[in-house]
């Protein structure tokens, strides 16, 4: 018996990121290497800043979030993604297509609102120093992640459950590398009309009232650092501001392109491509962008260091 209400199909076949054999070792070890860098980016941070006391501070503890959350999310797709470049025929079951959406999803939105709550920190931080005490406390930042996790939960759970209720007949290969969203509508046999008005819904709060936030951030940062006297603190200030600005485009503005579109066989094809940044290339990168110039991280890197040698 089929899971599902009335669904015939058992398992699906995922079409992958392209048909070509020549290409396909190539992406292999491509896509390993940067999963390779991802998981040891995120976890040499949540361990750095889980060892070392001086950055139990608000704007570390957003980072650790961000990096066990870029942990998780890379890890629900990439693995399969590695496995179905090595196979002839790449096979995920109903359910393993259930649950790797859902948690795809859940991590996806979680990502949205910790880098938005990292925004908000830094403009408090920057442009209401005094106030930062009372305005990032602990009640505060346990609060916003807690409001992150409970979003990334309830548009996980309307995704998923509507996904629930469609019947899959004949048609079973998803023209993905993973179960996402609208490759997946594609194969219903029933009316999807209900799962696209939840995705337009959904997709449109958790993009534009994160990114609207994050910007709107960052634009009052900027006009504080335009303040600045000192050329060398604009200059330090306006390149950490631009690489974070940087990351949060690719992401939000990726996902945007994949999702706030119609829908096709012929736009699936070109948004597998843009899907690439936004579920392999930030999650590689948020490690290197927040920390690679952060003196904090490099002397709490040393210290581990000299306790483990």
Same mark, same amino acid.
């Given at each position: 018996?089929?899971?599902?209400?009335?669904?015939?199909?058992?398992?699906?076949?995922?079409?992958?990121?392209?048909?070509? %054999?020549?290409?396909?070792?190539?992406?292999?070890?491509?896509?390993?290497?940067?999963?390779?860098?991802?998981?040891?980016?995120? #976890?040499? #941070?949540?361990?750095?800043?889980?060892?070392?006391?001086?950055?139990?501070?608000?704007?570390?503890?957003?980072?650790?979030?961000?990096?066990?959350?870029?942990? /998780?999310?890379?890890?629900?797709?990439?693995?399969?993604?590695?496995?179905?470049?090595?196979?002839?025929?790449?096979?995920?079951?109903?359910?393993? /297509?259930?649950?790797?959406?859902?948690?795809?999803?859940?991590?996806?939105? *979680?990502?949205?609102?910790?880098?938005?709550?990292?925004?908000?920190?830094?403009?408090?931080?920057?442009?209401? %120093?005094?106030?930062?005490?009372?305005?990032?406390?602990?009640?505060?930042?346990?609060?916003?992640?807690?409001?992150?996790?409970?979003?990334?939960?309830?548009?996980?759970?309307?995704?998923?459950?509507?996904?629930?209720? #469609?019947?899959?007949?004949?048609?079973?290969?998803?023209?993905?590398?993973?179960?996402?969203?609208?490759?997946?509508?594609?194969?219903?046999?029933?009316?999807?009309?209900?799962?696209?008005?939840?995705?337009?819904?959904?997709?449109?709060?958790?993009?534009?009232?994160?990114?609207?936030?994050?910007?709107?951030?960052?634009?009052?940062?900027? *006009?504080?650092?335009?303040?600045?006297?000192?050329?060398?603190?604009? *200059?330090?200030?306006?390149?950490? /501001?631009?690489?974070?600005?940087?990351?949060?485009?690719?992401?939000?503005? *990726?996902?945007?392109?994949?999702?706030?579109? %119609?829908?096709?066989?012929?736009?699936?094809?070109?948004?597998?491509?843009?899907?690439?940044?936004?579920?392999?290339?930030? %999650?590689?990168?948020?490690?290197?962008?927040?920390?690679?110039?952060?003196?904090?991280?490099?002397?709490?890197?040393?210290?581990?260091?000299?306790?483990?040698?």
């Amino acid at each position: 018996m089929a899971p599902g209400n009335g669904s015939v199909v058992t398992e699906f076949i995922l079409k992958g990121l392209t048909d070509r %054999p020549e290409l396909q070792l190539p992406l292999f070890f491509l896509f390993l290497l940067m999963y390779m860098v991802t998981v040891l980016g995120n #976890l040499s #941070l949540v361990t750095l800043i889980g060892l070392n006391s001086h950055l139990h501070t608000p704007m570390y503890f957003f980072l650790f979030n961000l990096s066990l959350v870029d942990l /998780c999310y890379s890890s629900v797709f990439t693995p399969k993604m590695l496995m179905n470049f090595t196979s002839e025929k790449n096979i995920i079951s109903y359910v393993g /297509c259930m649950v790797q959406l859902y948690f795809f999803l859940f991590f996806g939105i *979680s990502e949205c609102y910790v880098l938005t709550s990292m925004a908000y920190d830094r403009y408090v931080a920057i442009c209401k %120093p005094l106030l930062y005490t009372i305005a990032m406390s602990p009640n505060v930042c346990w609060s916003l992640m807690l409001g992150s996790y409970v979003m990334a939960f309830s548009g996980a759970m309307a995704h998923t459950g509507c996904m629930l209720r #469609l019947t899959f007949c004949d048609a079973n290969t998803i023209n993905h590398y993973f179960c996402d969203l609208l490759p997946v509508l594609q194969l219903s046999c029933t009316s999807t009309y209900v799962n696209e008005l939840v995705v337009f819904i959904v997709v449109s709060i958790n993009v534009i009232v994160p990114s609207t936030s994050i910007f709107i951030s960052y634009g009052f940062i900027l *006009s504080n650092i335009l303040q600045v006297s000192s050329a060398k603190g604009r *200059s330090k200030a306006f390149s950490t /501001c631009s690489s974070h600005i940087i990351a949060v485009c690719l992401f939000f503005g *990726s996902g945007a392109t994949m999702y706030l579109q %119609p829908s096709s066989a012929e736009t699936m094809d070109e948004s597998k491509i843009s899907s690439v940044f936004y579920t392999n290339v930030v %999650p590689m990168m948020n490690p290197l962008v927040y920390s690679l110039r952060n003196q904090d991280v490099k002397l709490a890197l040393r210290k581990t260091l000299s306790r483990m040698l």
